[in-house]
């Protein structure tokens, strides 16, 4: 029988309190797991994060109970499943501090939320001799996009850059943004450093010359409590599988007034009112954003991580990941031979270093085999790391359910990387 989800009382989800990572650790089937005869000991999360059971329940409830189409159709099922659809869209505007339901388009993640923008916004206002400002330690969702606009366009890419210590230097922001400058797009939590940019100042002085502000929130959304407005961004993009939510969702904030007047972005079913062959009246937001049939169970599974992440806090989730960082640079700076990337003033979610004795390959090759999943590579930020003169680095990043024994379980693979290489 089908479930009235919007009324339905919510199971598996933590009481709101400080932060128990033991408690949250059971919450994720996943982490019971044994790899190579070892204890998992999950330390990837900025490529994406564990699923807890309240997830995974969500998703197979939609399967087996209210499955159907939204939009659609008037049958009981697809009420139901175009309630749950709305629903988490109310959960994301929510979450985010949109003012509107409206203002949160769901996609496939940030990256496809960057294109959204790119396409639309970018080609309706960017002209020759326009610029985009973008920054030094940006993931390439966040750089190739804006290169192929101002490729079409005539614009012209800048770029911030980024000091030794991981920081950005803000007097080049200043000298770089210019009444040109038509949009800054710059990510509110580096995936290769952990750096935590000062967004409010950044849009404060972007909207001065009159740029619009894009936030991508990939790594930050996860780790702390965000509020758009707060943040005084245009537009602010997150991929759920990063926020404990399934893969393949993802959502695009933007202000209203410059969602409404934008064009669509793909076409089809879904986004229009009403359609002849000679002329075609696009929907109203959401809708026209959202062609096609959408990830129904990703929203509701997103929904569902939302709720995760609200029951256990942000602000806790935020405090506690602080600490647990804190005691891993200090952890890490024991083992002989490692160098950590950067040393930001502010740092969330993750830590990467390189070591004298192995090539990161190498580092996390021996580390997987003692059960301990972290990236080694370039992470999809390569001018960063040309920026610190490596081609890759290893990196360990956080999340709500790690705990101090896996940073020492990390730290005891990286001697054994000493002994076996150095
Ligand atoms: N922006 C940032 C800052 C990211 O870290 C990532 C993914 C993206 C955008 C793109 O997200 P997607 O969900 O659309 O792919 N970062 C990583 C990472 O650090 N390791 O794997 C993916």
Redesign the pocket.
Known sequence: MAVHVANEKRRDTPAAGPLDPARLRADFPILAATVRGNPLVYLDN??TTQKPRAVIDAIARYYTEYNANVHRGVHYLSQIATQAYDEARRKAAAFLGATVDCEVIFTR???ESINLVAHSYGRQRVLPGDEILITGME?H??IVPWQILCKETGATLRVVPVDDDGNLVMEEFDRLLNEHTRLVAV?HVS?ALGTVNPIRDIAARAHAVGAAVLV?G??SAPHMPVNVRELGCDFFVC?G??MYGPTGI?LLYGRAELLDAMPPYQSGGDMILSVTFEKTIYGRLPSKFEAGTPHIEGAVGLAAALDYLNAVGLGAIAAYERSLLRYAESALRVVPGLRLMGAPRKRAGVIAFTMDAAHPHDISQVLDEAGVAI?AGH??AQPVMQRFGVPASARASFALYNTREDVDALVQALHEVNRIFA
């Open positions: 900025a490529a993640g940030a990256t993931h969702s966040n990510t995936n991508d990939a790594q991929s599988h990063k993802g990236r992470h999809c």
